[in-house]
Structure formats: structure tokens, C-alpha cells
């Protein structure tokens, strides 16, 4: 367990839709980072949040959005929805803000969205 | 991603040892990891290296940096059936904030 927890674990929506994945760092850590891991496109970086702030964006979407609350969670916002958007979506946290050992990345366990 | 490369598939006897290939082109690549992932499960920190480090041994793995060739490695002895999973090596830079994976190799172990 790398004390990294996602809910929910399965989600299942159709075309057009919205939805909310959240996310809760390890204790004491200040980053957040989302993941997507698709058949196609592998393991790709998302966004990532240091301490309530957007500090880097990867191959994000438009229609993809992300914030890190006060109590550091964090939620990724999945809007217009479409079939390509079915992957595992990976949520990460750190102490710091990357580079470094202490930023060393703790994995949670996923949450898979099935788009119909 | 597409500055990390790997092998995709390994088969090993049980019992036999392991080895699992990666070539980064990133020559500032402060450190190097490995992650496991087991089937329907996220992803697990297995082992790391720093650039300037050549090996680094935690128990039954070993890890194996050529920096002039930009390659790593991963040795698993004693392979056992729980190992059977997806590895994913990966690249932090110097001050990034992302982690570069590769496509990651799939160990499946028979008995």
C-alpha cells in the first residue's frame, strides 16, 4: 500500500459525459500528479499540482481539468467525454515538487474509466 | 514515453533469473526507476538509481546503469510466479516535475 488512495476504483459513463476522479496524497506529501495509461498511449503525464498550485502540464486535454484542495486532494475533471477517453487514470503524490529524491513518486492504484 | 524504450515481452523459468532492458536518450536524467504492476493493480516503486551511481543491489534485484550508453537494467534472481507483471522503467529530470515511462515489459514466469 502506497498510502496514495483514488476513488472510485471503477467507473463506468457514456459519451458526453462528465466525471470527477479524486485523489488523496500520501501524509505529508505536496505534490499531486496525474497519470493516464491508455493501450495506445502508454503511461503519459497529465498535470501536476504543488501545495494547491498548477506547477506542469503534460499531454492534457482541454476538455481535462484538475485542481489540489487545501487538504491537498486532489480531483482530475473529465468533461465531453469520448469513447478514446477509456484508461486507467493514475494518481501520484510526492514530498516535493520534483527531480530529487525526496520527490520520489508513490503511485495510488488507479481508477479505470470505461466510456460506452 | 517515447525518450524511454523497452523490450516488451520476457518469458523466464521459475527459479531462473530475470533481466529487464531500458535505453533513455535523456543524458540529464538525474534519476532512473523501476515500477512494478501486477495485474488489475497501480503501480508499485520497486527501485530507483541515481545518474551517477553504476549498480545498486535491494535483495533479489539489481539494478545496472551504463551512462555512456544510456542504458539500465534490472535483474531479478530467483524468479518466482508472484514476479510475473508489467515493468515500467522511467526518467526524472534534472528539476522536472514529470516522470518519462516506457511502454513497459511484460515477465511472465513458468513454471
Known amino acids: 500500500d502506497s498510502g496514495v488512495t483514488q476513488t472510485p476504483k471503477h467507473l463506468i459513463t457514456a459519451t458526453g459525459q462528465r466525471v470527477t476522479l479524486r485523489c488523496s496524497p500520501r501524509s505529508g506529501d505536496l505534490s499531486v500528479y496525474w497519470y493516464q495509461q491508455s493501450l495506445d498511449q502508454g503511461l503519459q503525464f497529465l498535470i501536476q499540482?504543488?501545495?494547491?498550485?498548477?506547477?506542469a502540464k503534460g499531454n492534457i486535454l482541454e476538455r481535462f481539468s484538475a485542481q489540489q484542495f487545501p487538504d491537498l486532494h486532489s480531483e482530475l475533471n473529465l468533461s465531453s467525454l469520448e469513447l478514446g477517453d477509456s484508461a486507467l487514470y493514475f494518481c501520484?503524490?510526492?514530498f516535493g515538487q520534483g527531480g530529487r529524491l525526496k520527490d520520489t513518486q508513490y503511485f495510488g492504484p488507479g481508477t479505470r474509466l470505461t466510456v460506452l | 514515453g517515447e525518450d524511454v524504450e523497452q523490450s516488451l515481452f520476457l518469458s523466464v523459468r521459475e527459479g531462473d533469473s530475470s533481466v529487464i532492458n531500458c535505453t533513455y536518450t535523456d543524458s540529464s536524467s538525474t534519476y532512473l526507476y523501476w515500477y512494478k504492476q501486477e495485474p488489475g493493480a497501480g503501480l508499485q516503486l520497486l527501485t530507483y538509481?541515481?545518474?551517477?551511481?553504476d549498480m545498486k543491489q535491494d535483495q533479489r534485484l539489481t539494478v545496472l546503469l551504463n551512462k555512456k550508453d544510456k542504458h539500465l537494467s534490472l535483474r531479478i534472481a530467483d524468479t518466482q510466479t508472484g514476479d510475473s507483471a508489467i515493468y515500467f522503467c522511467?526518467?526524472?529530470?534534472?528539476?522536472?516535475?514529470?516522470?518519462?515511462f516506457g511502454a513497459g515489459t511484460t515477465v511472465t514466469v513458468r513454471a
Open positions: 501520484a503524490s510526492s
Open positions: 538509481i541515481f545518474s551517477n551511481m
Open positions: 522511467a526518467e526524472s529530470l534534472n528539476n522536472d516535475y514529470k516522470l518519462s
Open positions: 499540482y504543488y501545495n494547491g498550485e498548477e506547477r
